[in-house]
Structures are given as structure tokens and as C-alpha cells.
């Protein structure tokens, strides 16, 4: 137990962390029905990233930092003035064409690098165990800026995800779209750098799917969210280091489950 602690304890800590924000942002997301957008976000900061190797800059360093944030906002202002009241064409097929896209262009970068297939592998499932404490330290302080950040004007962005037609009355729309996909990208930015796209798709979208199957306050959706990342995590990194398993796929097989577990627990209490 105490060499499972010792080389456990702070990816399980990074895990915590992303639990906390992207529960959150989560439940914007499914109710604003744009599933695939963190994918989408993720992708472009990754082609950022990877524009940055093919220029000889570090992945993990402060330049390739900011160059996958500058891609990823540019990435935000494009949903955020792509989404209409009545649009001729959903939303999500724009976020989808933009990942497919992004995915295809990293690809044909990082075809060109020594280490291409390396580089797509880290870019999918990351490498949690080998996250540092200095860098867990640094995404909760960002977190917790973008969760104050969101408290302050929770009010506005929770009655845009909401209702996107009464918002438009009272709201410059596009204007708090940009500031919420923003915030979001910052986000998604720094997950995808130490725990990959999927790994950060399963605790932005499993999480807060689980909440809503059991309540419509936002308070307690919250509460079952954060239970959800809390218990995925301890149990998802059990499985990997006692069976012998990626981390991050441990992680997101055991999200999994628990969603097809609570979604049979719904589906019991439903009939009765």
C-alpha cells in the first residue's frame, strides 16, 4: 500500500482537479447540446502543439503552452459566432468538421517530426502518471481563477445554456459565448497537456451525464458530479495499478461503467 500511495498519490490528486472544474462545465455543455466541442477544443490546442514541435519548440514548455491556447481561442471565437437562434446548420456539425479537420492537419504536421506516432499517442490517452506536483499545482490555481470566474457570472451563462432564445432578450449572446468558450479553452488546454483528449472528454461529459440522469437543481447535479469524478478516479487508478493498466484508460473504462451502472440504477427506480 505504501508504494501504491507513493506513485499514485498525485495522479490521483491531478484526477481531483479535473474532476472539479470539468463536472462543472460539463453540465453547459449537455445542455447547450454540444457534446463534442472539448474534443474539438482539445484537437486545436493539440495542433497547436503540434505546429509548435514541427518548429522546434518544446511540447510541455511555456511557448508551446501559449501556442495551443492562441489556437484554441481562435478555436472559441469560431463556435462562438457559428451558434444561431435557428441555424440551417447544427451547431455540433460544426464542431464536429472543426475536430475532423484539426485531427487530419495534426496528423500531416507531425508526419513530418522523428516522433509522430509518439506525439499522436501522448496527444490521445496523455501520460497522468507522469504528471509532476508542481503542474497539478498550476492547473488548480487556473481552475480555480476560471471557477471564480464562471461563480461571478454564473447567472448569465447558466440561463444562456438554458434558454439560448430568452438569453438573446437580455444578452449580447455571441459576446458571453466567446467568454465561455474562452474560459473553456484555457481549460481544455491545460488538461490535454498532462492527461489527453480522452481522459478529459470522460470527465467533462460522464460526470455531469450521470448528475443529470438524477436531478435538475443545479447545486445537486454539482454535488453527483463531483461524487461521480471523486469515486471514477480512486476506483480507476485501483484498477490500473493493481491490474497493470494504463492509467488514463482505467480512468475512462471505469466512467464508463459507472454511467452504464447509475443508467441501470435509473431505469430500476423508474419502474417501481
Known sequence: MTEFL??????FLACLVLAGIHAYLGLHVIQREIIFVDLALAQIAILGGSLGILMGVALHSAQGYWLSLGFTLVGAAIFSVTRYRRPRVPQEATIGITYAVSAALMILILSRTGEGDEHIREALVGNILLVRPDEVVKIAVIYALIGLFHFVFRKNFLLISKDHAEASKTLNVRFWDFLFYASFGI?????VAIAGVLLVFAFLVIPAACAILFADRVKTRLLIGWTVGFLGSVAGIMFSYFLD???GASVVCTFGGMLVALSFVKWVVSQI
Open 6 to 11: 507513493g506513485i499514485m498519490t498525485i495522479p
Open 187 to 191: 481549460v481544455v488546454t491545460s488538461s
Open 245 to 247: 493498466f494504463p492509467t
